[in-house]
């Protein structure tokens, strides 16, 4: 589930949880904050929601209403990046709701639901799995096996193992979530479609990319009939499945989609949102592989541009825009331009993500690439050995990542005339791809 929904579910639930008098400053205030935030004005959202939590504080420290607004802001400091922010707010709503409706509610799963995708994204996986799989445990104690809070547990949990390169874990998770809420929902759930859309991305993120497809067209199929053209579920299949197109070679297919995202984006958030800044990192990378580097660089400028007026120029997704102008940078021989771009990338990915993350990983392999070019190899194959021993760690030595560090690794080597090193690592490459067919 995406953050915005997930938000708008928490939200949802709590506030059936709360009694029917609210005190009219805090709702006021929440409801306003909770507006900014969905139009990208975070200063004021920060304003309105600190207002309102200081409101309910004076309800008490098992009131429902305080647990919305720790979450609420939480919300807003992970939109904006600032996990260490919202990481104590969120592990002090799971204690209010505890305190409030005892340690088996449903209420709590959903909060703990919510404090695992912070961690996840923090690459916490460790506490992501445990928060996670509590509220699996106790979604199904109260609820049964069956229920749609037991769907969403297993749908989080399942997109826990798909970062870390769990795959074999991950897909059972998926396939039960889809046959809970294709019982309960029925075969046109846009929940439904979500799960299918999220299992697509398992296989994809395999190179599964045969398998990916019909998921993500019929998970698109469902949110083209009951969404509204800009709803978040609804932007990221299509994005999903342009992403698909890009990795294929099919840029004429891919390209419509990230234009159709893009327009929606633009009319429903306006042109300088984070979401338009996304939108137009994805355009540029399909102009890019069809080598329109004149199209694609200035959407790459614009993006970064985005992100540094919202204050979110050390975001990751800016490090994803930043590494994405290095590469286009590399193509056209710029290498010093390109390995400027990169390096501060990789410092806001270690700076965000911690050193030991996936993505510092992406970002030693592309620097690689970069010395390799220039016939630094010395410096080329300290980054391949140091993207590899991460990466084997933080995901585990089965996945498509790993298997693509050491084919790079391997082909340095060659031109070292490290040659029996080299098929070491072939050959460890080419067993991983066995596996994950």
């Keep these: 589930m995406n953050t915005k ?3 708008a579910f928490l939200a949802s639930l709590l506030i059936l949880a709360c009694p029917a008098a609210y005190c009219a400053d805090w709702q006021q205030l929440d409801d306003e904050g909770l507006k900014d935030l969905k139009d990208g004005s975070y200063q004021a959202a920060e304003k309105s929601l600190k207002a309102a939590l200081e409101e309910a504080e004076k309800f008490g420290e098992s009131d429902p209403r305080l647990a919305l607004s720790l979450t609420d802001l939480a919300s807003l400091y992970k939109a904006q990046g600032k996990y260490a922010e919202a990481e104590p707010l969120l592990l002090r709503s799971v204690n209010v709701v505890e305190r409030a409706k005892g340690p088996d509610n449903p209420e709590i799963a959903i909060n703990l639901n919510n404090l695992g995708l912070l961690y996840q994204v923090e690459g916490k996986y460790p506490e992501a799995k445990a928060s996670y799989y509590r509220a699996l445990m106790v979604s199904e104690k109260v609820t049964g096996p069956n229920h749609p809070v037991v769907a969403t547990s297993l749908n989080h949990l399942a997109e826990l193992y798909r970062v870390q390169g769990k795959f074999d874990d991950a897909e059972p998770c998926y396939m039960r979530a889809i046959e809970i809420n294709e019982k309960v929902r029925g075969p046109n759930d846009p929940v439904l479609a979500l799960n299918l859309n999220n299992l697509g991305l398992l296989y994809f993120n395999e190179g599964k990319l045969a398998k990916a497809e019909p998921l993500y067209k019929r ?42 995202v893009l327009a929606s984006e633009e009319k429903t958030l306006g042109s300088d949102h984070v979401d338009v800044a996304k939108a137009l990192n994805n355009l540029a990378e399909t102009y890019r592989g069809e080598k329109k580097y004149a199209e694609a660089e200035p959407l790459f400028k614009k993006a970064i541009a985005i992100y540094e007026k919202n204050s979110q120029g050390d975001s990751t997704e800016c490090a994803k825009a930043l ?21 501060k990338a990789m410092q806001i990915d270690e700076e965000k993500r911690g050193g030991a993350h996936a993505a510092v990983a992406v970002d030693l392999t592309y620097l690689a690439g970069i ?12 980054a391949y050995n140091q993207a590899y021993n991460i990466e084997r760690s933080s995901l585990g030595m089965i996945h498509a990542n790993v298997a693509w560090t050491l084919e790079n690794y391997a082909a340095l080597l060659r031109k070292t005339n490290k040659n029996k090193k080299a098929d070491e690592l072939e050959k460890m490459a080419k067993a991983i791809r066995a596996r994950l067919e």
């Design 323 to 343: 590494s994405n102008l290095g590469l286009l940078n590399k193509d056209q021989k710029k290498y010093d331009e390109a390995e400027t771009l990169l390096h």
């Design 219 to 260: 998970a698109l199929g469902i949110n083209e009939k009951v969404l509204s053209p800009s709803d978040p579920n609804l932007i990221s299949n299509l994005s999903n499945l342009a992403d698909l197109y890009r990795i294929l070679g099919r840029y004429t297919d891919a390209q419509p989609l990230y234009e159709k």
């Design 371 to 382: 010395y390799e070019c220039q016939q630094r190899y010395a410096e080329a194959e300290l």
């Design 5 to 7: 929904s997930l938000a």
